[in-house]
């Protein structure tokens, strides 16, 4: 007699074999899935409720549909990201939701300097503020590896003037005015940044003066010599923080505010900046052996050709930057030299002369962008538009 047999059939053994065979395949490429990081645009493109990781630059907060806060922060519940660091589109954002576990660190109440760094996200690919999203995130960390260039939006223009990107959005409250009102609105602009420490200083330098023929280095502003990030420090052929507002002008020293305000500060050799000292701005006087083009005299600092229009405009800023309103002195510019502690720096006229004899180049216009998207979110007016100094100041 044959027996019968119990237990599965052959064909549910085979089933479950094919089954237990295909699994880890289906888990490798759930995991290959998952380790795809996407950019801001495709991820953007895939709003279906997947889990996605996605690497963008912090733009600011969004607070709806429209509108994302670039300054002024008043939550750590969320942050936009983009492609590029200098989108200004809300079309091109992605809202990442920011949950409990991660504000500490990424919300941008609590961290203002977040703003135009590069960061990775992993959450689920849905709406917020009915806007393309990412949401409940799972893992938050800053870095991530860039776009490729087939994938990244083209960035739009940094500003130049006239008729700069930035004419609608921030300088929106100034265009169209002259003399007081100008410089008023500008002003109001100008002062909601991020304020350093003078330790921040240097590594924001390292990035703001970095030699474009050489991210090892940076560009010394009087000497226009290139010479390694990591040789600052207070020994004779060192780099140090110049004040090109000579800190003494005013007395504000190195203290968070104007002493650290980046748009005026630059790498200079020590010697040189030591030979500069706190001398007004003019014409003339003995060749500065250390720093070619360079003239000095008693009271005064002449500056290479190259860079006469970068010190101008720093000095504008600062002139309408620090208007009194904040604890710190009102800084002006005037037509003295030799202007000591008191709050003003000469030569006003020079300066002028110097703006329109050296219109800003690609080295200025892009230390003002990372400033703004990088270290105090603000700009220098006078680079993107140099004409306003005529309209402020004749």
Same mark, same amino acid.
Request: contains cysteine; proline residues 6%; glycine residues 10%.
């Given at each position: 007699?044959?027996?019968?047999?119990?237990?599965?059939?052959?064909?549910?053994l085979?089933?479950?074999?094919a089954? &237990?065979?295909?699994?880890?395949?289906?888990?490798t490429?759930?995991v290959?899935?998952?380790?795809?990081?996407?950019?801001?645009?495709?991820?953007?493109?895939a709003?279906?409720?997947?889990?996605?990781?996605?690497?963008?630059y912090?733009?600011?907060?969004?607070t709806?549909?429209?509108?994302?806060l670039?300054?002024?922060f008043?939550?750590?519940? &969320?942050?936009?990201?983009?492609?590029?660091?200098?989108e200004?589109?809300t079309?091109?954002m992605?809202?990442?939701?920011?949950?409990?576990?991660?504000r500490s660190?990424?919300g941008?109440?609590?961290?203002p300097?977040?703003?135009?760094?590069r960061?990775?996200?992993?959450?689920?690919?849905?709406?917020?503020?009915?806007?393309?999203?990412?949401?409940?995130?799972?893992a938050?960390?800053l870095?991530?590896?860039a776009?490729?260039?087939?994938?990244?939006?083209?960035p739009g223009?940094?500003?130049?003037a006239p008729?700069?990107?930035?004419?609608?959005?921030?300088?929106?409250s100034?265009i169209?005015k002259?003399?007081p009102a100008?410089?008023?609105?500008l002003?109001?602009?100008?002062?909601?940044?991020?304020?350093?420490?003078?330790?921040?200083v240097?590594? &924001?330098?390292?990035d703001?003066d970095?030699?474009? &023929? =050489?991210a =090892?280095?940076?560009i010394?502003?009087?000497?226009?010599?290139?010479?390694?990030?990591?040789? =600052?420090?207070?020994?004779?052929?060192?780099? =140090?923080r110049?004040?090109?507002?000579?800190?003494?002008?005013?007395?504000?020293?190195t203290?968070t505010?104007?002493?650290?305000?980046?748009?005026?500060?630059?790498?200079?050799?020590v010697?040189?900046?030591?030979?500069?000292?706190?001398?007004?701005f003019?014409?003339?006087?003995?060749?500065?052996?250390?720093?070619?083009?360079?003239?000095?005299?008693?009271?005064?600092?002449?500056?290479?050709?190259?860079?006469?229009?970068?010190?101008?405009?720093?000095?504008m800023?600062?002139?309408?930057?620090?208007e009194?309103?904040d604890?710190w002195?009102?800084?002006e510019?005037?037509?003295?030299?030799?202007?000591?502690?008191?709050?003003?720096?000469?030569?006003m006229?020079?300066?002028?002369q110097?703006?329109?004899?050296?219109?800003?180049?690609?080295?200025?216009k892009r230390?003002?962008?990372?400033?703004y998207?990088?270290?105090?979110g603000?700009?220098?007016?006078?680079?993107?538009h140099?004409?306003?100094?005529?309209?402020?100041?004749?």
């Amino acid at each position: 007699m044959s027996s019968t047999r119990s237990g599965p059939s052959r064909l549910a053994l085979a089933f479950a074999l094919a089954v &237990a065979l295909m699994a880890p395949v289906l888990v490798t490429t759930a995991v290959a899935s998952a380790a795809t990081t996407l950019t801001v645009a495709q991820a953007l493109a895939a709003q279906d409720g997947r889990t996605a990781t996605v690497t963008g630059y912090v733009i600011g907060q969004p607070t709806s549909s429209t509108t994302v806060l670039r300054s002024g922060f008043t939550s750590d519940t &969320a942050i936009a990201i983009a492609d590029a660091a200098a989108e200004t589109s809300t079309g091109r954002m992605l809202y990442v939701q920011v949950t409990a576990a991660y504000r500490s660190t990424f919300g941008l109440l609590t961290n203002p300097g977040l703003r135009g760094q590069r960061i990775t996200a992993t959450g689920t690919l849905t709406a917020y503020f009915s806007h393309g999203g990412l949401k409940n995130p799972t893992a938050m960390s800053l870095g991530g590896s860039a776009p490729s260039p087939s994938q990244s939006p083209t960035p739009g223009p940094t500003g130049t003037a006239p008729g700069g990107e930035y004419d609608a959005t921030y300088y929106a409250s100034a265009i169209g005015k002259t003399g007081p009102a100008l410089r008023s609105s500008l002003h109001s602009i100008i002062k909601v940044h991020t304020k350093l420490s003078y330790d921040q200083v240097w590594e &924001a330098l390292r990035d703001t003066d970095q030699d474009p &023929a =050489n991210a =090892n280095n940076v560009i010394l502003l009087y000497t226009g010599r290139s010479q390694s990030k990591t040789s =600052n420090g207070g020994d004779p052929d060192d780099w =140090n923080r110049e004040h090109v507002w000579a800190k003494s002008h005013g007395d504000f020293g190195t203290a968070t505010g104007p002493g650290t305000d980046v748009h005026h500060l630059r790498p200079t050799d020590v010697s040189v900046n030591a030979t500069r000292g706190n001398k007004d701005f003019d014409n003339g006087g003995s060749p500065v052996g250390e720093a070619p083009g360079c003239y000095t005299d008693a009271d005064s600092w002449e500056p290479r050709n190259a860079v006469k229009g970068d010190v101008a405009r720093m000095i504008m800023y600062m002139a309408i930057r620090y208007e009194g309103t904040d604890g710190w002195p009102d800084l002006e510019m005037n037509q003295l030299v030799n202007n000591g502690t008191a709050p003003y720096h000469g030569r006003m006229s020079v300066l002028l002369q110097w703006n329109q004899l050296d219109p800003p180049d690609a080295f200025e216009k892009r230390r003002n962008q990372r400033i703004y998207e990088r270290w105090q979110g603000n700009r220098n007016p006078f680079v993107d538009h140099p004409e306003w100094a005529t309209a402020i100041w004749g």
